[in-house]
């Protein structure tokens, strides 16, 4: 079936390291994003990208990276920067970039810091 | 700016009973408004959309919105409530001719008591 693949679903990370969270889909949609959930306060925009090579910071992009070098791949690191990473991460694609698709979700990963 | 408000973090309503899940927002342009479910530790899910013409939506499960440009809202109905629609609900909106990212409000439990 088609779908979004995130994985680990569970992560514990030190403080200090960086970790990935991996993003896969098989529904040939160009545009994929990356949420991160807390509780109370809905979904937050951490980075986007509509075309391979491509991606645009969302609204809190400090402390994460991404590469989108397949379409079907967008991963998202979690960097030591990040002061506060513990949370809820949601990917997303959608087939259409002008607003009027629905976004299709990944399970999610949650990430702790030990 | 788009914004999204769900006034109410939590709406308790008895199995049987009609719900309602209110969402308003704010945008320069025309509106293209979602809602999304989301059960514990998994990802959303698509209910449904408002894009043009008919102001009252069906969507999955008998969810049903209506969209009313004067009061600029999209509330989330449905005429019997049963225990397995306990879950998370989020309004987002995207914008006619602008961004294309869907904002999120901060989400509404929905509890419905046997």
């Known amino acids: 079936d088609g779908g979004i693949t995130q994985s680990p679903k569970y992560l514990f990370r030190k403080e200090g390291q960086n970790v990935t969270l991996s993003c896969e889909q098989n529904l040939n949609h160009d545009a994929m994003y990356w949420y991160r959930q807390d509780p109370g306060q809905g979904l937050r925009l951490i980075y986007y990208?509509?075309?391979?090579?491509?991606?645009q910071k969302g609204d809190i992009a400090e402390g994460y990276s991404v590469s989108r070098e397949k379409k079907e791949s967008f991963p998202l690191t979690v960097t030591s920067a990040q002061k506060n990473p513990t949370a809820f991460y949601l990917c997303a694609s959608s087939g259409r970039v002008v607003g009027t698709g629905e976004l299709f979700f990944g399970e999610g990963s949650r990430l702790t810091v030990l | 700016a788009q914004s999204v408000a769900q006034p109410e973090d939590q709406v308790n309503v008895a199995e049987g009973n009609p719900l309602t899940v209110k969402c308003t927002y704010s945008v320069s342009g025309n509106p293209y408004l979602f809602w999304y479910v989301q059960y514990p530790n998994r990802g959303l899910q698509f209910l449904l959309k408002?894009?043009?013409?008919?102001?009252l939506v069906k969507g999955s499960y008998g969810f049903e919105a209506e969209f009313n440009k004067s009061q600029t809202s999209f509330h989330l109905k449905k005429p019997s409530a049963l225990v397995s629609d306990s879950a998370l609900y989020f309004c987002a909106v995207s914008v006619s001719g602008g961004s294309y990212i869907p904002t999120f409000g901060r989400g509404t439990s929905l509890i419905v008591h046997p």
């Open positions: 990208s509509q075309i391979v090579n491509d991606f």
């Open positions: 408002y894009i043009t013409g008919d102001n």
